[in-house]
């Protein structure tokens, strides 16, 4: 599995149930269409965190392999239709700070 993570700070006049909402929303269209296989959602838990600002939300988006998330990437980047409203909907509301990583299952043995 490709683990996409994304670390993120939210802003604005969204609340937290409204902005993870329009998150799922999005990343369950994506999962219907064959496009990524599962995510998770996670708050840092009662601001514990030891790295200095470090945003409070990391979002896990799982892909079988590099291939499936690179047809969501080219799926997103079109940025148009119902997916780019679901897509909308939570992203306006992400601050400037904002992480990202890949990570791999390992030892991988899909190479």
Request: aromatic share 12%; with cysteine; charged share 30%.
């Amino acid at each position: 599995m490709d683990l996409y993570t994304i670390w993120a700070d939210k802003e604005g006049d969204i609340t937290d149930l409204d902005w993870v909402n329009g998150m799922k929303s999005f990343f369950d269209h994506l999962i219907s269409e064959g496009k990524m296989e599962s995510y998770r959602i996670t708050r840092c838990k009662m601001g514990f965190r030891s790295i200095a600002d470090m945003p409070e939300w990391m979002i896990i988006m799982e892909f079988n392999d590099m291939g499936q998330m690179d047809s969501a990437f080219k799926r997103v980047a079109p940025l148009e239709g119902e997916l780019e409203v679901k897509h909308k909907s939570f992203n306006q509301f992400v601050s400037g700070n904002i992480q990202h990583a890949l990570f791999r299952d390992w030892p991988d043995t899909n190479l």
